[in-house]
């Protein structure tokens, strides 16, 4: 098995203690880290050098485990930008319907790749991609080829609705369930145990209450996460209300769907009873602040949250509501736009932040016995960020030059399973070119057909 060090980096092991490790080190047999400490001056470890076969200089860099997005949809790649300015009702009927709608096989596979590609280089190693445009027959094969070419860490939660929503995206729930099965069979622990699948019911809204609780039934069976959309808006709130005179979370709870491996994205209309409900069934919330500004759906309580032990995980929405997957944009997003809610600069300390990047994600995934910090006998996914530049030297605080200062374009290396998957800024593994070349191709194409009917689609300003 290759084995790997990294040295001379400040280590964030966002361990129990988070410890760290100035002039750190990270040794890595095969996938698994195998030690972590500051490395020493009396030469003490000077055989690390020689076993390795790939020594990283990490000088002037910090060492961080990689980041889990809890939450986009790939195929949005396709899309981003096209309208800036609208609601998300507006935003589903007038932009993502038709534009997924619009969508070859093949755009599927590219919009895929384009987003694994840029997430890998924004420090996560884990994304957790709810798909749920099953138009073509090979849609989600292409999501998950995109997964393991790219070498990323990849779960995708197998979306869909029964009831409403756009007509042409309604699926039975027995062709949900069918298809999930196919999914499990072929694609469950492929790529070297880095690509999984999960229960992903998409909404409350679009979802039959029979099909909900047959998901819940499935899930539980299946051992798998479920993943699901809850109390985005108040209009989503509304709807439950009216319907089964419950609001998001009751509902969920009254189905069956909240549990140790729940994950409820975005959760910004909670009251307090809804937040001792999560807290009572250990379910995880993922954060998505990006999006939730970029739709204007509200601020989620976030620090009442952790405040009840709630675990809550991050993610960066589709780069349909975002417009990007700049993973440790999110950091700094996650950090401010609490502050500024409750007006109180005390709120989401740097440390505190990245937890939720990357311990909390672990567990939102389950996945905190082998992922989410850097210890030894853990999985080597590992983040290398560049801190030598103009816009974050010179440091005084790791971990807040982290959160308020990095961005995507200062991650150097990425390692997951122990392979180094981006080198200097670089892909490894595909060429990320011919990649973005053929996706701006098959854009143009999408836009042609789309614009007539959608001149938003042919705006150039």
């Known amino acids: 098995m290759a084995k790997t060090l990294i040295r ?69 790649t396709f899309m981003r930008g096209v309208s800036d300015d609208l609601p998300l009702a507006q935003w589903l009927r007038q932009i993502i319907w038709p534009a997924s709608l619009a969508m070859e096989e093949e755009d599927f596979y590219l919009a895929a790749m384009i987003g694994c590609i840029e997430n890998l280089k924004s420090g996560a190693t884990y994304v957790m991609d709810h798909h749920y445009i099953h138009t073509h027959p090979g849609n989600d094969e292409g999501v ?30 027995e062709e949900i369930f069918a ?33 909900l609780r047959l998901a819940a039934k499935y899930g539980e069976r299946n051992g798998l996460i479920t993943h699901i959309h809850l109390s985005e808006t108040r209009e989503q709130i509304e709807n439950t209300l ?39 069934r250990e379910a995880t919330v993922v954060h998505c602040p990006v999006s939730n500004m970029y ?102 605080r790791v971990s807040s030059a982290i959160v308020y200062n990095a961005n995507g374009n200062d991650v150097d290396t990425v390692l997951v399973n122990g392979r180094v998957v981006v080198s200097h800024g670089r892909c490894t593994l595909v060429d990320e070119m011919e990649i973005i070349r053929r996706a701006q191709a098959r854009v143009d194409v999408l836009r042609s057909k789309l614009a007539p009917s959608y001149p938003v689609f042919g705006s150039v300003e």
């Not at 070498?151 to 409403?164: C, E, F, K, T, Y």
């Not at 492929?190 to 409350?204: F, S, V």
């Not at 998001?248 to 009251?271: F, I």
Request: proline share 4%; charged share 25%.
């Open 8 to 76: 001379n980096g400040t280590v964030m092991t966002m361990n129990d203690g988070l410890d760290v490790f100035p002039g750190g080190y990270v040794y890595i047999d095969g996938s698994r880290i195998a030690e972590v400490g500051v490395w020493p001056g009396d030469g003490s470890k000077d055989a690390l050098l020689a076993l390795a076969d790939t020594v990283i200089d990490a000088a002037g860099k910090a060492v961080i485990p990689g980041l889990v997005n809890c939450h986009t949809h790939l195929f949005q």
């Open 144 to 173: 998950l080829e995109a997964m393991r070419q790219s070498g990323i860490r990849g779960h995708m939660a197998r979306g869909g609705v029964d009831l409403s929503y756009e007509p042409r995206l309604r699926e039975s729930a």
């Open 242 to 280: 009216e319907r089964f005179g419950l609001r998001n979370v009751e509902l969920a709870e009254e189905v069956g769907l909240l549990g140790r491996q729940t994950q409820v994205v975005h959760g910004v209309w909670l009251n307090d009873a809804e937040l001792d409900i999560l807290a009572r």
């Open 179 to 211: 298809n999930t099965d196919q999914l499990l069979d072929k694609w469950q622990g492929e790529g070297e145990g880095r690509i999984a699948i999960a229960m992903g019911p998409l909404n409350l809204y679009g979802c039959s209450e029979e099909f």
């Open 295 to 396: 739709l204007a759906s509200g601020v989620a309580r976030v620090p009442d949250m952790l405040e009840r032990g709630i675990n809550v995980a991050l993610g960066t929405d589709g780069p349909g509501s975002n417009n990007c997957q700049d993973n440790l944009e999110v950091l700094k997003f996650a950090a401010c736009l609490h502050k500024v809610d409750r007006l109180d600069s005390t709120l989401m300390p740097p440390m505190g932040v990245l937890r939720m990047g990357t311990r909390n994600g672990a567990k939102a995934v389950g996945r905190e016995e082998d992922l989410g910090s850097l210890e030894p006998g853990k999985k080597a996914d590992i983040v290398v960020i560049e801190l030598q530049k103009a816009h974050i030297a010179p440091v005084h």
